[in-house]
């Protein structure tokens, strides 16, 4: 059964630099595009970052430059960086599984949660 299961979470700062891992399990990782999303307190779920199969990223505009996804395919692991971290980053984040780029997701982790202190 395909899992993804995210860490990393927990509170931090403004401005502090922050890394998420997730772990996949149950399917080929390394053929999987992959994704992330952020959830913030009270509202939907948006997609932040996606990369493919193959290692190509691209993110929604509102994280351009501050978060960097990135994968390690020999130990089936999904990464997102996040530098100067804002209170409005605040939320759950959110591995996905997508079939293609900017696709809904197949699959979703359980999340790890983010708080941010101004």
């Known amino acids: 059964q395909a899992r993804l299961v995210e860490s990393g979470g927990g509170l931090v700062q403004a401005g502090d630099s922050l890394s998420l891992s997730c772990v996949a399990s149950?399917?080929?990782?390394?053929?999987?595009?992959m994704g992330w999303y952020h959830q913030a307190p009270g509202k939907e779920r948006d997609a932040v970052a996606w990369?493919?199969?193959?290692?190509?990223?691209e993110y929604a505009d509102s994280v351009k430059g501050r978060f960097k996804i990135s994968r390690n395919n020999s130990n089936n692991t999904l990464f997102l960086h996040i530098d100067n971290i804002k209170p409005e980053d605040t939320g759950t984040y959110f591995c996905?599984?997508?079939?293609?780029?900017?696709?809904?997701?197949?699959?979703w982790g359980k999340g790890t949660l983010v708080t941010v202190s101004s």
């Open positions: 996905v599984r997508i079939a293609h780029m900017q696709a809904p997701p197949t699959i």
């Open positions: 149950g399917f080929t990782f390394r053929q999987w595009n």
């Open positions: 990369i493919n199969a193959n290692g190509n990223a």
